[in-house]
């Protein structure tokens, strides 16, 4: 699985967008950009996947860079409830031993008021 | 449809303890993934089930054993515990669609 580089931490005034970048250079053409948060130590949950087009859901937006080697999450109004550690993992779109989740660090998001 | 339960939500065992942590899934889900997190980390696999009856270890395997009779059920085992197997664990199912589904964990402390 290529390897994911995140920010440690970062700030979002609330009501603001929330933009958590992800450098993934090393991405093979097989392999998806996932993204999951934790919510302080609750069970990682589900946001947003994307292979190169940009993504949209109810809960974020993906944008993935042409190259495919960066891609941001948006958060387009963050609020007090979206303070979590965000996760940026690569890997191959089924299951088994290829499709293991990865976790690094994360970034860890502060929503202030 | 209550997804991914686990039990305990809390457990203490003593050094050379033994315990099982259940985790259960109710959406049919031929994946399931069992992982634990240290403070302050990102989370690591231990093992991993692709159907009823077929299991295999993932990084950190050592000092657990699983298995997985029914596509609901992939209980671990810890045997002897360690201090070292303080975490969170977390178990997590997925099916077609490739996204993990996870339990809400449980803290065990070994003393």
């Known amino acids: 699985d290529a390897k994911t580089t995140q920010p440690t931490s970062m700030d979002c005034a609330e009501g603001r967008a929330a933009n958590l970048p992800c450098n993934h250079s090393t991405i093979s053409g097989n392999e998806y950009v996932y993204w999951y948060r934790q919510i302080h130590s609750q069970g990682p949950q589900y946001i947003i996947h994307g292979l190169k087009n940009n993504e949209t859901n109810e809960m974020a937006s993906l944008i993935i860079t042409e190259d495919r080697k960066s891609s941001t999450l948006i958060l387009p109004h963050a609020t007090l409830r979206d303070t979590a550690v965000y996760y940026c993992?690569?890997?191959?779109?089924?299951?088994?031993?290829?499709?293991?989740?990865?976790f690094g660090k994360g970034t860890k998001l502060s929503v202030k008021p | 449809n209550a997804g991914v339960t686990q039990t305990p939500k809390f457990r203490i065992l003593k050094i050379g303890q033994s315990m099982t942590l259940q985790c259960t899934q109710d959406m049919n889900h031929n994946y399931m993934y069992w992982y634990r997190q240290d403070p302050g980390m990102g989370l690591k696999l231990i093992y991993y089930?692709?159907?009823?009856?077929?299991?295999d270890k993932g990084e950190v395997p050592n000092g657990y054993n699983v298995s997985r009779s029914t596509t609901e059920d992939f209980p671990l085992r810890l045997e002897l515990a360690a201090p070292s197997q303080t975490s969170v664990y977390f178990c997590?199912?997925?099916?077609?669609?490739?996204?993990?589904?996870f339990g809400p964990g449980t803290r065990l402390t070994v003393t």
């Open positions: 993992i690569v890997r191959v779109n089924y299951g088994g031993s290829q499709g293991n989740l990865i």
């Open positions: 997590a199912s997925m099916g077609g669609g490739a996204k993990q589904y």
């Open positions: 089930s692709v159907g009823a009856g077929i299991t």
